[in-house]
C-alpha cells in the first residue's frame, strides 16, 4: 500500500472504497462532548402498553370495530328496557292476543291494533322489525338473541382461556416428559372431527346434565341447552390456547433474561408472574378477541340445526333457522339476523388484527 | 482441594447434554469434557475458542444454571459443587478393582446465597432484558430478591448509584430496554450483575453484538470497574484481540476441552499448542505496516460435530503434527512451566 504526502493510504483505482487521500487526518477529529451529548438525546419515553393503544387507535378498521361492538353491547343492554313486547308472548292488543298480527312487515300494524289506536288515539310501539310467524315482535327477539350469541361466545371464550392457559402454562413450564405427554392428550382431541363432537356432546350432555340443573333455579333459568353449549365450547375448544400457551412460554423461556433472572436467583414463581406471563399476554389477549366470534359462530349453525339454545329463547342461529321456512315470502327475516352475525364477527375479526399489529412485538421490529 | 490463593476453582468439569437420536434412542453431547481451571480475586481470566466449542456452557454450568454432569466446583474455599470422583496427582481418575470410580462426598449446595457472589452479564444485550420491565425494576430486581434494600427510597438511590457507575443518565431510569441502544443495554445488564456486589462475574462474550467502536468503550469499562470494585471475570469471548487486552491468564477451549492456559503475554508470545497458534496466526494485525510477519496457519476440514468426538485429541482431525498416539488418547494437561498448560503429545 502506498501513502499520499498528508499520511493518508492512496485508493487503488479499482477500490469502490472512499479516496482517503482527499482527507487530512485533522479530519478525523474525535468528537467533542457537545456532540457526543447530542448522540444521546432519546425520544419520549413510551410505555409498552401506550404505545400499543396508539397503533391501535390508529388503526382505522379497528377503531370501527370498537364503536360497532360498543353500540351493540349498550343496544342490547337498553332496548329491551324501552320495547314493550316480550321476545316469549305473542303480541296483546287490550289484555287479548292479537292472531292477526302474525308475519307482519317492518313498522307495520295490525288489523287490531290500529282499530285500538283508532278508538284510543294512543300511538303503540311500532313493530321496528315486522313480527314473526306465532305474532311475537321480531326486533326485540332479535336483541334478544344478540344477547344470547354474544353471551355463548363470551363465555366459552374465558372458559377456553382458563383451561387453555392453566393447561399450557402447567405443559410449557414444566417441558420434558409432562410436556411430551400433555401435547399428545391435546393432538388427541385436536384430531377428533369437532362438529360431530359438538352435536353428540351437546346430545348427550342435555340428557345427563337435565336432573342436575333443574335443582339449580339460577342455572334452569339459563337452560339445559346453554349450559351444555358452553361446556361442550370449553371440553372441545381449549386444545388450540393451550397449544399458543405452550408455545409462547416455550420460545419466552429460551430468552436470556429469564435466565438472568435465574442467575439473580429469582424463584419460579416470580420468573413466571414477572418475566413470562406479561410477556405472553398481548397473544393471548388477541387470541381471545378471535376466539369469541368463532363461538358465536359455531353457537349459530348449531342453533341453526337445531341442536343449539332452547325454545322460546332465541338465538341469532334459531332465529335464522326459523326464517328459513318462510324465506320466499318474508326474506326480511333472515337478513335482520344474518346481518348481526356478521356485524359481530367482522368487528371482533377486525378487532383482533388491529390488537395483533398493534401488540405482537414480532411484527413491531 | 480448596487453596486460599484462587476465589474461584473448577475440577474436572464435565456437561453432558443428552441428545435424541432416533425413538428411543438418546446420545450425548459433551458441550464440555473435563475442564479445570482456577480464577484468583480480582483477576481476569479470559475464555477463547471456535463458536460452539462450549465456551458459554463452562460460565453457566459455573453459576449451575445447568447442573453440572461431572466435576468439581470450589469457590471462595467452600465446594458448592462436587459429584464425587476422585482424580490422582496425574489428574486419572481413581478406580477401584472392579474398574467403578472411586466416589467421595457429593455435595450440592442451595446456590441462592452464591448468587450474591457469582453473576454473569449475557451475550445479547436485546434478549437479555425483559422489554416489560423499566431499567429501574431490571436493575432493582436483585435486591428485591436478595432483599438489599429495606424501603423504596433506599432502592431507587441504589439503582441511581449503579446506573452512574456504569455510565447511564440516571434520569433515565423509568424507560424500557427498547430505548435504549446496544452498548447502553449492555451496560443495564451490568448494572444488574453488580447490583449483589459480586465477587466473580461470567462475562458471557458480552462485547461481540456491538458495534467496533462501542465495543472499546465497554471494555475499558469492565477495565475500571475491575480496578473500583476489584471483581474477578472469567471473560469469554472469540476476538483474541480483546481479550489479550483485558485479560490476566487467557484458556482457550476447542471442542469441549481445554487445549493451552497460560499469562496471557505468554500465550501471546509464545504460544505451545497448534490450534493456540494457528488461532494467533489468524488474528487481524491492526497496522498493516508492520504487518506480521509470520505466515498465516490455514487449518484444514472443519470442527468436528460435537456429537462424533474423534478418539484421543479432538484436534487431531486438523492437526499438522498429529501422529497415532494423537488417535488413542487424550493428552493429558501439564504444567510446562510459569504455570503454562498445554494438553499436547507432540509440542
Ligand atoms: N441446552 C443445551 N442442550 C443441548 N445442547 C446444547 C445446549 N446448550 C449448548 N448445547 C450444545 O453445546 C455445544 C456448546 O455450546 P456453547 O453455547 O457452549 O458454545 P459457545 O462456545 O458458547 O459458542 P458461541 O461462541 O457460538 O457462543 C454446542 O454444540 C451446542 O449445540
Ligand atoms: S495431541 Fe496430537 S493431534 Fe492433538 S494437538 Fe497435539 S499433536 Fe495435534
Ligand atoms: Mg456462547
Known amino acids: 500500500m502506498t501513502y499520499a504526502e498528508n499520511g493518508m493510504p492512496e485508493k487503488n483505482p479499482l477500490s469502490v472504497q472512499i479516496d482517503l487521500s482527499k482527507f487530512s487526518s485533522a479530519d478525523f477529529e474525535p468528537a467533542t462532548a457537545d456532540e457526543k451529548a447530542q448522540q444521546e438525546v432519546m425520544g419520549e419515553s413510551v410505555t409498552f402498553f401506550k404505545d400499543g393503544c396508539r397503533r391501535l387507535m390508529k388503526n382505522k378498521l379497528a377503531v370501527g370495530s370498537i364503536v360497532v361492538l360498543v353500540l351493540l353491547l349498550l343496544s342490547i343492554i337498553i332496548i329491551p328496557f324501552f320495547v314493550p313486547y316480550s321476545y316469549e308472548d305473542i303480541i296483546t292488543v287490550d289484555g287479548r292476543r292479537d292472531k292477526t298480527a302474525t308475519n307482519l312487515a317492518p313498522f307495520e300494524w295490525s288489523q287490531r291494533e290500529q282499530q285500538y289506536m283508532e278508538e284510543t288515539g294512543e300511538k303503540l310501539f311500532p313493530h321496528v322489525m315486522g313480527t314473526d310467524s306465532l305474532g311475537r315482535d321480531y326486533f326485540i327477539r332479535v336483541i334478544y338473541g344478540t344477547r344470547v350469541s354474544l353471551a355463548v361466545g363470551l363465555v366459552a371464550s374465558i372458559m377456553v382461556l382458563i383451561i387453555g392457559l392453566i393447561y399450557g402454562s402447567i405443559s410449557g413450564w414444566c417441558g420434558g416428559t409432562v410436556d411430551i405427554i400433555m401435547m399428545r392428550i391435546v393432538d388427541i382431541i385436536y384430531s377428533l372431527p369437532d362438529t360431530l363432537m359438538i352435536i353428540l356432546l351437546s346430545v348427550v350432555l342435555n340428557e345427563t346434565l337435565k336432573p342436575v340443573i333443574e335443582k339449580v333455579p339460577l342455572l334452569q333459568s339459563l337452560g339445559t341447552n346453554m349450559i351444555a353449549l358452553f361446556l361442550v365450547f370449553g371440553l372441545l375448544y381449549w386444545v388450540g390456547m393451550a397449544r399458543l400457551v405452550r408455545g409462547q412460554i416455550l420460545t419466552i423461556k429460551q430468552n436470556e433474561y429469564v435466565l438472568a433472572a435465574r442467575t439473580i436467583g429469582t424463584p419460579s414463581g416470580r420468573i413466571l408472574r414477572k418475566h413470562i406471563l406479561p410477556n405472553c399476554l398481548s397473544v393471548i389477549i388477541i387470541s381471545v378477541a378471535l376466539q369469541i366470534p368463532s363461538a358465536i359462530f359455531t353457537e349459530s349453525y348449531l342453533s341453526f340445526l337445531g341442536i343449539g339454545v332452547k325454545v322460546p329463547m332465541p338465538s341469532l342461529g334459531s332465529l335464522a333457522n326459523e326464517a328459513r321456512a318462510g324465506i320466499n315470502s318474508y326474506p326480511m327475516k333472515l337478513v335482520f339476523p344474518s346481518l348481526i352475525i356478521c356485524l359481530i364477527v367482522l368487528a371482533f375479526n377486525l378487532l383482533g388484527d388491529g390488537l395483533r399489529d398493534a401488540f405482537d412485538p414480532k411484527l413491531k421490529r | ?293 509470520s505466515k498465516r496457519i490455514v487449518l484444514e476440514g472443519d470442527v468436528p460435530s460435537p456429537l462424533h468426538m474423534p478418539s484421543g485429541c479432538p484436534f487431531r482431525t486438523r492437526c499438522r503434527y498429529a501422529t497415532e498416539q494423537c488417535a488413542k488418547a487424550m493428552p493429558p494437561f501439564t504444567d510446562r512451566g510459569n504455570g503454562h498448560f498445554v494438553a499436547c503429545w507432540n509440542k
Open chain 2, 1 to 293: 482441594m480448596a487453596n486460599s490463593e484462587y476465589l474461584l476453582q473448577v475440577e474436572h468439569l464435565k456437561e453432558y447434554f443428552p441428545v435424541r437420536a432416533g425413538l428411543a434412542k438418546t446420545i450425548h453431547l459433551k458441550a464440555v469434557d473435563d475442564v479445570s481451571f482456577a480464577i484468583r480475586p480480582g483477576e481476569t481470566l479470559g475464555l477463547v475458542g471456535e463458536s460452539g466449542c462450549g465456551k458459554t456452557t463452562v460460565g453457566r454450568t459455573l453459576l449451575q444454571l445447568y447442573k453440572p454432569t461431572a466435576g468439581r466446583i470450589i469457590f471462595d474455599g467452600k465446594v458448592i459443587f462436587d459429584s464425587g470422583e476422585q482424580y490422582d496427582e496425574n489428574g486419572q481418575l481413581k478406580l477401584d478393582a472392579n474398574g467403578k470410580p472411586v466416589m467421595g462426598k457429593k455435595v450440592h449446595v442451595d446456590m441462592l446465597p452464591y448468587r450474591k457472589e457469582m453473576q454473569m452479564v449475557f451475550q445479547d444485550p436485546y434478549s437479555s432484558l425483559n422489554p416489560r420491565m423499566t431499567v429501574e425494576d431490571i436493575i432493582g430486581e436483585p435486591l428485591d430478591v436478595h432483599k438489599l434494600c429495606s424501603n423504596k427510597k433506599e432502592r431507587h438511590e441504589r439503582v441511581m448509584e449503579l446506573m452512574e457507575l456504569v455510565g447511564l443518565n440516571a434520569e433515565h431510569a423509568m424507560r424500557y430496554p427498547h430505548e435504549f441502544s446496544g452498548g447502553q443495554r449492555q451496560r443495564i445488564g451490568i448494572a444488574r450483575a453488580l447490583a449483589v456486589n459480586p465477587k466473580f462475574i461470567v462475562c458471557d462474550e458480552p462485547v461481540s453484538a456491538l458495534d467496533v467502536s462501542i465495543q472499546a468503550q465497554v471494555v475499558n469499562m469492565f477495565e475500571d470497574l475491575q480496578e473500583k470494585l476489584g471483581v474477578a471475570y472469567l471473560f469469554i469471548a472469540h476476538d483474541l484481540l480483546v481479550v489479550h487486552h483485558i485479560s490476566d491468564r487467557i484458556a482457550v477451549m476447542y471442542l469441549g476441552k481445554m487445549m493451552e492456559l497460560a499469562d496471557a503475554d505468554e500465550l501471546n508470545d509464545n504460544p505451545i499448542h497448534p490450534y493456540t497458534q494457528s488461532l494467533l496466526s489468524a488474528v487481524p494485525v491492526p497496522d498493516p505496516r508492520t504487518a506480521r510477519a
